[in-house]
Structure formats: structure tokens, C-alpha cells
């Protein structure tokens, strides 16, 4: 009995088992969440809100539990996926953040549930700033 | 444990189909643009699982490849949208 406890690896195996369980448990579901949304969410906005946020969190929990199955179970330390974790944090919110801005400045409608849009006046805004500039010269 | 992966590919395949959807139907071109974005990700968290599967390391490396392709596919759209045009000749 005492001797399968020996090292300690038995104990050390499940843990990290339950670890990559938990992990890619929640990207899953983060991933699902992110499908839900975009075929349920009425407009681009709140589409891309869906896309970039819950999708980052799945896929970043996703590649964590990849990461450290193959740390612990294989003895891979793979230094591109630190990469590419690190990669998709900082790139995925600033694909989403283009592609509103692109979409609100090709002139798409905000859905009609919408209660308050601030893009407008702050285009009105540099618009006017730009005008008075010229005038100036 | 190997089981466990198969259900996770099974329901991120089934988000991949709902992806698709959108991808098809999405009434402007900012919608399928979206759609591709996600779809993009959602690849990648695939192919993590697909060597979770296949107890290969070499997929590891498509990861940071497709990952960093979505993301200039995604910008490229972005301004092609905005500008109409992605390569701008004229400095400013």
C-alpha cells in the first residue's frame, strides 16, 4: 500500500489529470458560449463583443491544458505554445476591436434594442475639429 | 482521459458547425468576417485537441502559424472594409 505512494507520482498524476480536466472543461464551454452567441445576438456589435472575449478565454484554456499535459504527462516543455498563448491574448480583442470600428465606419445599423451610441457624436466631433483646422490655415 | 477529449472535440466541433452557420447565412460582410475570426480560433483549439488525441507534438507548432495567419486575415478584412483598399501607396 505504502509502496504506489512512494515518490509521491500516483498522487502528483491524478492532480495534474484534474487540472487538465478543469482547464479544457472550461474551454469548452467557452467555446460553445461563443457559438451560442454569434448565431443568437441580434447585430455586429454584440457579435464581435461574443467573438473576441469568450472565444479568447476558450481557446487560451484549451491550449493551457494542452500545455501542461505535455509538461507533465510527456516531459515537453513547449515554448511556442507559450508563444502563441501570450500571441492570442494580446491579438484577438484588437481583431475584435477593428473589425466594429470597420464595420460602424462602412455605415452598418446598431440594432434597434440599442439605448445609447457614442461612436457617432465622437466622429461628429473630430470631423468638426478637422473643418475648423483647415479653416484656420 | 482519452475519452474525455473526444467529447470535448465533439461539442467544439458542434460550435464549429453553429460558426458556419453564421458564416453562411450573416446578413452584412462584417458578420462573415466575424464568423471567420472566431472560426480562425476555434481551429486552433481543435488542432490542440487533435494531438491531444494523436499523442503528437508536432501539431504544436501549426498552432502559432494558424493563430498568427487569423489575426492579419482579420486585420487585412478590417481595413479592406474601412478603406477599400489593404496596401496604401500614398505616404501620408
Known sequence: ?137 | MMMFYWVALFIVSISFAGLLFRLVKGPTVADRVVALDAIGVTLVSIVALLSLIIETEFFLEVILLMSILSFIGTAAFAKFLERGEIFNRDPR
Do not use: C
Open chain 1, 1 to 137: 500500500m505504502r509502496n504506489s505512494w512512494r515518490e509521491g507520482r500516483f498522487s502528483i498524476e491524478i492532480l495534474v489529470d484534474i487540472l487538465i480536466i478543469l482547464l479544457i472543461s472550461t474551454g469548452v464551454l467557452f467555446s460553445a458560449v461563443t457559438a451560442l452567441g454569434l448565431i443568437r445576438l441580434p447585430d455586429v456589435y454584440t457579435r464581435t463583443h461574443a467573438a473576441s472575449k469568450s472565444s479568447t478565454l476558450g481557446v487560451l484554456s484549451i491550449l493551457l491544458g494542452t500545455f501542461v499535459h505535455f509538461w507533465f504527462n510527456e516531459g515537453i516543455f513547449n515554448t511556442q505554445m507559450v508563444i502563441a498563448i501570450a500571441f492570442l491574448f494580446i491579438t484577438q480583442p484588437v481583431a475584435g476591436h477593428l473589425i466594429g470600428r470597420a464595420a460602424y465606419m462602412t455605415g452598418i445599423k446598431v440594432a434597434e434594442e440599442t439605448v445609447r451610441d457614442d461612436m457617432g457624436p465622437a466622429i461628429e466631433k473630430r470631423k468638426n475639429n478637422q473643418q475648423e483646422e483647415l479653416e484656420n490655415e
